[in-house]
Structure formats: C-alpha cells, structure tokens
C-alpha cells in the first residue's frame, strides 16, 4: 500500500502596505500642526487667549490632571479649538475620548476644585509658577549673569580705567610739582645789615678817623641834581582859565579901570563924546509878535503845530494872551468869532469872523493874519473902541 505523505504548505503571510490615513492622528498632533501652521507658539497662544501656556499644552496632550479646576476644561477646550478654526464640539468629544474626561454635574464634587491636603500645599514653596518652573519645556532656561559678559569688553573696560587712573595721576604729580618751592644755594653768604656798627660809617672808607679817604670818591652835585629830580608826569595837570579870569578885577584891568596918563585920558574922552546919548545894544530887536484880544467873552483854544492844547479857556472883556512865537505857527479855535481881534506890531486886525460863528484851524502868523484881516475900525465896534482907549490912557500913565 503506497502511502501519500502529506505536506503543510506554509502560509502566504501578506504584508499589506500602509497609507497616510492608516495611521491615528491624535487631537493633541492635529491641535499642534494648526498652530505650527498659524505660525503660534504657546506664549503667544496665552498673550491672545488669556489662558496659559501650560493648560494649552494640557488641551494638545489631552491630560486634565494639570487644571485646577475641572469645570473650566470644557470652556478652555472650546475656546482653544476656535482660536485653531477647528470644531469646537468634535474637538471636545474628542479630547473627552482621548482623556477620559466626563463633564460632572455643577453641584458635584467632581466638578470642583481638588484641594490639596495642608501638608502639600505647605510643603510648596510659596510663589511658585508652572510657567515661571524651569521644567516646563516650553520656556527657554534663564541665562547666567556672566554669560551675558564679553571677553573683549572686559579688557576694554580694564584699558579704560588704567587710562583714566594714569591721567589722575599725571595730572597729580604736575600739582605737586608746581607747588613746590626750592632753594638754589649760592656761594656767597649774604651780608646782615644788623650787624653793621652805625658809628664806624657803614664800612665806608674814610668814614672813620684816621683813616684815609683818597679811594672815596663823592658823588657830583649833577648826578645829586639828577638823583633827586622830580619825575615827568605822564598827563600834564591843567588850570582851569576861568580861575585866573573870574580874578580880575574891572576898576583896576581894562576901560574901566582909573585913568593914568594923558593918553588914556584923551582916549576915554573921544568915547564918552561918541557915546553921548546913546544906549548899547547887545541884542537884537525881538521880533514882533501876535497877541489876541477879547473885546467881549470868547471861549478859546490855541493848539501848536504839533496838536498839543496850548491855551484853553474863556476870554472875557478886555483879556489879552500872546501866542508863543515857534518855528510853525499855532492854529486857533473861537466860539464866537465877532469878540476876538489880533493885535500885531501895534496895530489892530479883525474880528477874526463874523458874530456867532465858529472859527478852526486859524494860524496865528504875522503874514497869514495881515494877509488874512484888514486893519479893525474901531467906528464899527465900540467895545474895541474902548479897549483901545483905556489901553492908551495906561500906557500913557
């Protein structure tokens, strides 16, 4: 009997290959791939967010032990997934699956706080910060003090200082240099005068008696003369000329002075001769000016040229003023021009306007009024007819 043997055949085993979508992505790689993309890193996240870096880096690796409080998981879940543009509620269901994490009730001691027992929470140092911790991965270790200190800008800093410290003392050592005084030694020693006898002359030869006083030689009168001159002033001194004039006396020096002989006397009588009657003028003749007279009462005002009230006031009856002779004459202003007349060189011109009317800007020059008025007719006015005669009968008195 042939027997057949039988053999195992071995199993095809056959590898299938697998693709991108075979492999599970996690919440916590896709939450970091849309923040890699956003080009954010966790303190940024915590800057916009206000939620910190740690429970961001919680949310991505799906651990709710770090939060303190579990009933803000949801909300800092959701509000992460927004910032990332993703689903809020698959984010969520997600990082639940992923985690563990179910929502407790409000009112349930889940959904508080854990408080840790008094022995740890006094064993923590106080002040301490997962975020400020050096363990946490996301935030770069502090630098050292001296790390941050440069070679080169210790030796230039040591250059510095040995350049200010050199000039210091420079300029040290120069003070005490020039402030020192030295004594340079000379050969002679000097003479004391103290200690000279005062009757042996001062040792001058021939000084004492019985020496001989040929080798003296005495100094000449000239020399003496020149030794004693008084010096030259630089600015000479000089005398007033009113001093020796104002001296004079005029009975004694000049045309008044007493006659002394026969020429002189000749002299002083041809001058008395000449001057016989006759007054010595050593003015001019003042030029003759302008008076305004009020025969009846006038209100008046007299301004300069340069619009400065001169006079101002009320003439009554037989009221003179005389106007100041200036280079540009003064101008006039009358309220009642048939009262007012101008009295020039003697003569009477006027009135300065008809009775009742108003006269302005009137100058009071010589040629403007002369041009201006005729000659006044005391027929015309009596009450000028009496002032000029109770002028007359004054100034005959």
């Not at 000084?207 to 100094?219: C, D, K, L, Q």
């Not at 009168?221 to 009113?242: F, G, I, W």
């Not at 037989?318 to 101008?342: C, H, K, M, N």
């Not at 108003?358 to 000659?375: C, K, P, R």
Request: aromatic fraction near 8%; glycine fraction near 8%.
């Amino acid at each position: 009997m042939i027997a057949k043997a039988f053999r195992r055949k071995k199993a095809n085993e056959e590898v299938e290959a697998k693709g991108f979508d075979a492999f599970e992505l996690r919440l916590g790689d896709l939450m970091r791939g849309e923040r890699a993309t956003m080009g954010k890193s966790l303190l940024d996240v915590q800057r916009e967010l206000k939620i910190k870096a740690a429970y961001i880096a919680a949310i991505e690796n799906c651990d709710p032990s770090a939060f303190d409080t579990p009933g803000f998981i949801a909300g800092y879940v959701r509000s992460y997934a927004r910032y990332l543009d993703m689903d809020p509620e698959w984010v969520f269901r997600t990082f639940c699956k992923e985690s563990g994490f179910a929502t407790a009730h409000g009112m349930s001691a889940a959904a508080s706080s854990v408080k840790q027992p008094r022995e740890e929470r006094l064993s923590r140092p106080a002040g301490k910060d997962m975020f400020q911790a050096p363990a946490t991965p996301f935030i770069p270790a502090g630098e050292a003090f001296f790390s941050r200190v440069e070679p080169g800008a210790v030796g230039s800093a040591l250059v510095l200082a040995l350049l200010i410290g050199g000039l210091g003392f420079g300029g040290w050592t120069i003070l005490q240099e020039v402030q020192k005084v030295q004594f340079a030694p000379v050969d002679q020693t000097p003479v004391v005068v103290s200690d000279l006898d005062p009757l042996a002359g001062n040792g001058l030869p021939g000084a004492v008696p019985g020496e001989s006083s040929v080798a003296f030689a005495a100094p000449s009168t000239e020399a003496l003369d020149r030794l004693y001159r008084p010096q030259a002033l630089d600015v000479p001194v000089l005398v007033s000329r009113d001093g020796p004039i104002s001296t004079l006396d005029p009975a004694a020096v000049g045309t008044l002075a007493p006659v002394v002989d026969a020429t002189q006397i000749a002299v002083a009588s041809a001058l008395e001769e000449a001057l016989d009657g006759v007054a010595v003028q050593v003015t001019e003749d003042p030029a003759p000016g302008v008076q305004i007279v009020a025969v009846r009462p006038a209100w008046v005002r007299v301004r300069s040229a340069e619009g400065s009230v001169i006079f101002e006031g009320i003439m009554n009856a037989g009221d003179s003023y005389d106007v100041p002779q200036t280079e540009d004459p003064a101008t006039l202003r009358v309220g009642e021009s048939g009262a007012i007349y101008f009295l020039v060189n003697g003569t009477h011109y006027g009135p300065a306007g008809s009775t009742g009317v108003v006269t302005s800007n009137l100058a009071l020059s010589i040629d403007s009024l002369t041009a201006t008025y005729e000659v006044a007719d005391l027929s015309a006015d009596s009450d000028l007819a009496a002032y000029v005669n109770l002028a007359e009968v004054v100034s005959g008195q």
